[in-house]
């Protein structure tokens, strides 16, 4: 299997065999980036949740969500790429991050946003 | 550096140590795809290419667009986990997929997408 | 009350006090409607179609809909100006379209595409 | 002509002639305004501003903008019905609030945020 790095290289050569690099500015990317995430959104769309539990078992579904997932990486790692971002690093930090806004003792089993979280554990405190 | 394997399991672990795989229906981690996709673009927003190409330069700009990579990344894998998807392997396939939609000689300098190539090539031939 | 193109007025004359037509460029324009209207996506984000229908109950809540319906509504009178389309004319045209492509005895309690419907009907009249 | 009134009676009797009400829950219907945004966002691809000036004069671009407007309206006022908004009165109290939040002395002719003019202003004071 490739890692994310070959992929990246094989992506940056496809890219300029074609000479496409003109084409790819931050903003172009980032667009394009929002119309592919937008397009596995649509694979969603009038569906429930029981119906999508239903379609990922569908072959058709599967391909089409997995092309879609594709495209998205594939301009997310042309975007990392033109702002000189490494993906992985990012990721890590990302977690790393998140890991300090959602304490697990306030977090568990709680879908607030952590400016949210917050304001409910100073509430707790004062208590 | 870690792996994007790696990257993964440390995403389900911080996910399952707060419980929150009860909310991770697909149609909810695509819609927070798309929410974070959004805000990579909002980092774009009035500004030109070349003042992109000026805030590229930033830290502050810079850390902003890497978090918001982070995030489009961390969503995507939680969407492949919940399909089944190996996102290398799509990547992978997604390439060689648009290899043959967009043959060098047709798609060399030209931004037009598959299905007007194909009309301008069939048009050339009858020429 | 106001009406529609009384709206558009008060906001062409909101922007030109502030001369910032010179930042309306269609494209920047388009990429603003689709900020705001993730930002409507965001009041949903997590929520069951309980919560959200409990959600609207809530005073905060219906005011936040009711800003961010109303940033979308801005900025789609904003692309429409530059684009010279008027709104009203087009939403009928397109409800007229619809009604071709969705006919009554084949949409009714579907959920599927119109590309689906010609199909599922084609099917049908060859049985 | 029609107004915005008479264009959302005409939507909601199209919707019930087909009984898709079923389906128009507050975050479905949020979803579809999301996709349609992107349809319109997707006419601006790879396109720079030259190029969408010198695209509003073709008809076909036209006609697409249009429609992909439309579909944006149409599902704005379905969404607003569900909710119970009233879209031209949320309009004009949002243009009043953004009057407040950019006033013409600090935001003329500047693409910057309300929450960056305000600390301009302030520094702006200190001098």
């Known amino acids: 299997m490739p890692d994310l790095d070959a992929i990246r290289r094989q992506l940056l050569a496809f890219r300029d065999?074609?000479?496409?690099?003109q084409f790819h500015t931050l903003k172009n990317l980032i667009v394009s980036l929002n119309?592919?995430?937008?397009?596995?959104?649509?694979?969603?769309?009038?569906?429930?949740?029981?119906q999508l539990d239903a379609a990922k078992?569908?072959?058709a579904f599967r391909e089409a969500l997995r092309d879609e997932c594709a495209d998205v990486l594939l301009y997310l790692l042309l975007v990392a790429d033109d702002a000189g971002i490494d993906l992985l690093e990012a990721a890590q930090a990302k977690?790393?991050?998140?890991?300090?806004?959602?304490?697990?003792?306030?977090?568990?089993g709680s879908a607030k946003k952590y400016t949210e979280l917050k304001d409910t554990a100073r509430k707790k405190a004062r208590e």
């Open 17 to 21: 065999e074609r000479d496409w690099k």
């Open 57 to 59: 078992g569908d072959p």
């Open 95 to 108: 977690i790393a991050k998140n890991a300090a806004r959602y304490p697990v003792e306030q977090a568990f």
């Open 35 to 50: 119309l592919e995430s937008a397009e596995l959104l649509e694979l969603t769309q009038w569906k429930t949740d029981a």
